[in-house]
């Protein structure tokens, strides 16, 4: 099959129109043409009609399908913008339509795990680099597609659709997927920058998860601002050390998808990590959290693979080590930030 | 269980050599040296961003090191004039740089002209000097004479030197997919890429392409081979051109990529070693000089564009692993392998393969005594590292169709970039290794000297690699019952991989484990002066060359046996 038009004139594919995909596909539409895909006929049909998606409005242009076939055959250029949950479903089901000339950027912040037989994540003790992947992975080993890239940085989709300043970061081995990414989504009030260290990109946002349920414990505690700053900054540290040991650089920890998420995240009541910490904080148990939560915090899922991996690897990584016990063995919030004030952090940064 | 090996000799695919791409080239060969010189003189140019200040500065730091290897480095293959080539090039750059007057782009025109020379002369120098006549009877020569050394050796009886009995194919196990590669030799061209751990390899892989009815391949050999005479000649009888890695200079560099690309265009069949050199360690490649290999990427694209992509201008790989008991030049491999990593700066290319009196007493051993070889062909690919059917069409993983062209094509058209083929170059390096573990084939002498070199690696734990090898001889002794224990666990490993289609292994590990160990230690590195394992008077394992145990032990590297000591 060969693409008979440039992509100037075919249209930008955004599958998934859930909060994020929505704001993304409205910026997209201010200079291109652009195709929703949606799962459901009646989200289609409103989209099509009423040119809103579950309520949220999209841009009077953007026409939506039910078909990856279509999606995929009349676009060249794909950003997948699906919860971590469906990622591997929606990438499975889009598959066949994908080719070697589609470039595809996501924008999900999580981790898929390949479990041997038998296993199960909640009871999983070891965990290898080479059982889990990052979407990108996914991506790669689900599909013909290679040319792959990420979008991650603090982009609150409330803010985004507000119009307020941001940025982001399109990350991917190939210049080529950089540079689309910042040419078709570069504007006055959104600035894009680029990164060829994907899979530390990646993990920068997924990682920030875990910090951010620390971060939502210690509002729950009602401590301060110092103790705020102590958190993000051993949380970075951390984050580097993890993003090391499991592929990335740790430089790009110290970037928008880093720091500049976490910052974002352990400030934002919206988001669902944090909400958690605090919940937690305040005497609710995980399990009483979950069930009032219509989506899971990914952070939990996160918490749950990096101690795994952890384990496997023989690091250590004391935050994410306690939130594992508060999440799962009982440990108190209180009895965990003791810890953690006693843990010999010996030297300031030592991973630059 | 009996080997299943190639054991008739194919028909030769085209039958008339005229047809052979190999000779084609040959026949153009004046046409095709002057359009890689040129080719290679626009892509430095491209390369250097069209600034005459930085070519310059780039003709001055070659003729520099040209200077210096001549003066530290001379080989007897070095043709006479070069001396005077390099001074004529210097005294070029001194005029030039006395002429201040020039305007820019004249100035860049006076660097280009003495580039044109280095370029035109490397692309000589690397150039293959292929003749049919001369290949047809070195393949009589081989074939004739190392089969009668065979049977002179394994027959008995007066007659013995002219039987026939046995063949180089008893000898040399071909097996795997030889059929696909001979199909696929008329669909399009072809790029193999062997493991690489002794220098009689692109003499095996010369032999088994024509068992196999190949036309001739054309590789590049280090240009050290062609020290030897014997070599020299099978070399350029077989198509070799020359690569010499003394000059690590950019123009050198670009202008071998140039001839490689511009030779697969051709349609001529390659031959890279993608480790580069011999492997040290006697590690299966793990980390491919990427260099050549992407030449095959960039040639893939250019057909592409040129819109003959497919049929004849379809790119496969076939990784090939050649499975060695006894690799002649192992102590010196593994002695350059420590001094490398044990920090040592200075390390010269030097050649012990050095007379063609030691290569002829190690034929002769070979061939009388009995230490098998065999070669298996993998599966074969295309340049994004997609497996692909009888007829040539890639498939991925689910079999669905695949179409190569896609991954050059952004905006619709195939597209240069050369930023994504250095991303797809290092994908289709890790599948080759990946290939490699799957393909290699592991023999009894692999198995003992592994587990006997973890054993003791356990017994000394608190010891690296090089205090080991200094360990007095009489500490060295391996008890046999956990030896054998030892050897039981690792083989079943290798089965339960086996099963898995993650590693190949021979039918001689099929016997019981004592045949098995007395298999592995009469065949372990058999001809070295010091065997790397023997069995002492009360029957356990000893070693009289630690380091050489480590070099074998090593070809089961990367497969994660050691978590089981």
């Given at each position: ?14 599958i ?5 995909g929505?704001?993304v ?27 809103t998606?579950s ?28 919860p ?6 929606v ?33 999983v ?43 982001t ?28 260290d ?127 016990r ?27 | ?82 001396v ?12 030039l ?44 020569v ?10 002179a050796?394994r ?14 194919q ?6 795997g ?7 696929l ?28 009815g ?6 590049g050999a ?45 349609g001529?069949?390659?031959?890279f070693?993608?480790?580069g ?25 250019a057909?592409f ?16 692993t ?25 390390y ?41 059917d ?26 240069v ?46 010891m ?62 058999m ?34 046996f050691?978590?089981?000591?």
């Amino acid at each position: 099959m060969t693409l008979k038009n440039s992509s100037k004139t075919n249209p930008v594919g955004v599958i998934g129109v859930g909060s994020f995909g929505t704001a993304v596909a409205n910026m997209l539409a201010e200079k291109s043409e652009v195709m929703v895909y949606a799962r459901k006929q009646e989200v289609v049909d409103e989209i099509n009609a009423q040119h809103t998606a579950s309520g949220r409005s999209l841009d009077p242009s953007i026409r939506a399908t039910f078909s990856p076939e279509e999606l995929c055959e009349s676009c060249a250029v794909l950003f997948f913008m699906v919860p971590s949950a469906a990622f591997l479903e929606v990438t499975r089901l889009f598959a066949p339509h994908l080719h070697p000339y589609h470039l595809v950027i996501h924008g999900t912040k999580g981790l898929a795990v390949q479990l041997d037989p038998g296993e199960a994540l909640d009871t999983v003790k070891k965990l290898r680099r080479s059982q889990i992947l990052t979407m990108s992975e996914v991506i790669l080993q689900e599909t013909l597609a290679v040319r792959v890239g990420c979008l991650a940085g603090p982009n609150i989709s409330k803010e985004l659709s507000l119009g307020q300043p941001a940025a982001t970061v399109v990350a991917s081995k190939y210049n080529e997927v950089i540079q689309q990414g910042q040419h078709l989504l570069r504007s006055e009030r959104f600035q894009v920058y680029g990164n060829s260290d994907i899979i530390g990109v990646e993990l920068s946002g997924v990682l920030k998860n875990i910090i951010a349920i620390a971060a939502g414990a210690l509002a729950g505690l009602g401590l301060g601002e110092n103790a705020k700053g102590l958190l993000i900054s051993r949380g970075i540290v951390e984050m580097a050390h993890l993003s090391k040991a499991l592929g990335g650089s740790a430089s790009s920890v110290m970037g928008l998808a880093g720091v500049g998420d976490l910052v974002t995240t352990c400030n934002s009541q919206d988001s669902r990590n944090f909400t958690l910490g605090y919940r937690l904080a305040k005497g609710e148990t995980l399990e009483q959290i979950l069930q009032t939560m219509d989506e899971v915090a990914e952070g939990v899922n996160t918490v749950r693979i990096v101690d795994a991996f952890i384990k496997t690897a023989g690091i250590r990584a004391p935050i994410t080590e306690n939130l594992h016990r508060v999440l799962f063995e009982d440990l108190s919030i209180e009895e965990s930030l003791q810890f953690l004030m006693k843990y010999p952090f010996s030297v300031d940064v030592d991973f630059v | 269980m009996e080997e299943n090996y190639i054991k008739h000799q194919y028909a030769p695919i085209l039958p008339k050599k005229d047809e052979w791409p190999v000779v084609k080239l040959a026949r153009e060969r004046k046409e095709f040296i002057l359009k890689v010189a040129e080719l290679s003189e626009e892509r430095i140019i491209g390369l250097l961003g069209k600034n005459p200040d930085v070519l310059k500065e780039e003709l001055e730091t070659t003729l520099y090191r040209e200077k210096l290897r001549i003066k530290q480095n001379p080989w007897d293959v070095d043709p006479d004039d070069e001396v005077d080539f390099w001074k004529e090039i210097k005294s070029n750059l001194l005029q030039l740089h006395a002429e201040v007057a020039l305007s820019k782009t004249k100035r860049l025109d006076a660097y280009q002209a003495v580039l044109k020379k280095i370029t035109s002369r490397y692309a000589e120098e690397i150039s293959s000097n292929f003749k049919a006549s001369h290949y047809k009877f070195t393949r009589r020569v081989v074939t004739y004479g190392f089969s009668r050394l065979l049977n002179a050796a394994r027959v008995k009886g007066f007659t013995s030197f002219f039987s026939n009995q046995y063949t180089l194919q008893d000898k040399i196990q071909i097996t795997g997919q030889t059929d696909q590669i001979r199909d696929l030799a008329t669909k399009g061209t072809i790029v193999l890429v062997p493991t690489h751990f002794s220098n009689l390899d692109s003499i095996l892989i010369g032999w088994i392409l024509s068992v196999l009815g190949m036309p001739p391949f054309i590789y590049g050999a280090g240009l050290n081979l062609f020290n030897i005479s014997i070599f020299a000649y099978f070399m350029n009888a077989l198509g070799a051109y020359k690569v010499d890695r003394r000059k690590k200079n950019l123009m050198y560099i670009e202008t071998l990529k140039t001839y490689s690309k511009e030779a697969i265009q051709f349609g001529c069949h390659s031959l890279f070693f993608p480790g580069g050199t011999r492997s040290r360690s006697g590690i299966i490649e793990s980390k491919l000089k990427l260099g050549l290999l992407g030449t095959a990427i960039e040639a893939q694209r250019a057909n592409f564009q040129k819109g003959n992509g497919e049929g004849l201008g379809k790119i496969f790989i076939v990784p090939v692993t050649i499975n060695y008991h006894f690799v002649l030049e192992a102590p010196v491999l593994i002695r350059d392998y420590l001094s490398m990593t044990g920090q040592e700066r200075y390390y010269k290319e030097n050649d012990e393969f050095s007379t063609s009196y030691k290569i002829f007493k190690f034929l002769l051993k070979f061939f009388t005594k009995g230490s098998d070889i065999s070669v298996s062909i993998g599966k074969a690919m295309d340049v994004m590292g997609n497996y692909v059917d009888q007829e040539g069409n890639s498939r991925d993983k689910w079999g669905r169709l695949v179409d190569t062209r896609e991954y050059f094509v952004s905006e619709g058209k195939v597209t240069v970039d050369s930023q994504r083929e250095e991303e797809y170059t290092q994908m289709l390096g890790k599948r080759i290794v990946e290939e490699f573990h799957k393909i290699n084939r592991v023999f009894s002498s692999h198995l003992v000297a592994f587990v006997a070199f973890e054993l003791i690696k356990a017994k000394n734990q608190k010891m690296d690699v090089f205090d080991l090898i200094r360990l007095p001889q009489e500490d060295i002794v391996v008890d046999y019952q956990e030896f054998k224990t030892g050897c039981q666990r690792v083989l079943d490993e290798i089965f339960a991989l086996k099963t898995k289609g993650k590693i190949d292994a021979a039918p001689h590990l099929f016997k019981p484990m004592d045949d098995i160990i007395a298999h592995g230690l009469e065949n372990v590195g058999m001809y070295h002066a010091k065997r790397p394992l023997i069995r002492d008077e009360a029957g356990n394992l000893t070693t009289e060359d630690l380091s050489l145990l480590y070099f074998y032990h090593n070809r089961l590297h990367g497969y994660d046996f050691e978590k089981l000591f």
